[in-house]
């Protein structure tokens, strides 16, 4: 005969302020980054004020944990010329959406209003 017995495991996390060292219930993580490094501390979001004039940029680097940066990505022109297009359509009645794809009957509208009227299509 085989006996099992089963088990728990209680798992607990406590946050501590990387500035003040006390313990914190609201924690903001604030970041900078440096030389293609991110360096991050947990601050007392009750508090954010007072601890982030209590640390100076030298020092979140110093005790901050690394994270690696993430590249900024930019939005493609088509997504800037769609936006343009959508606002363009609201402003003359047209059915379009808040969001999602721009139907290309509106861009194209849009492409023919630009020219007509000598505005960069871009």
Not at 75 to 81: I, N, P, R
Request: glycine share 6%.
């Amino acid at each position: 005969m085989v006996r099992t017995m089963d088990m728990a495991i209680i798992q607990s996390v406590e946050y501590t302020s990387d500035v003040s060292h006390e313990r914190i219930t609201n924690v903001v993580s604030v970041g900078v980054v440096y030389e293609g490094k991110q360096y991050v501390v947990d601050l007392n979001g009750d508090d954010i004020d007072t601890e982030l004039d209590m640390i100076t940029l030298k020092e979140v680097i110093k005790i901050g944990r690394e994270e690696s940066a993430r590249q900024i990505r930019r939005g493609s022109v088509d997504a800037e010329l769609h936006r343009k297009a959508r606002l363009w359509a609201i402003d003359n009645d047209m059915a379009v959406g808040q969001r999602g794809i721009v139907p290309q009957e509106i861009i194209d509208a849009y492409k023919e209003y630009c020219e007509k009227e000598g505005i960069p299509f871009e």
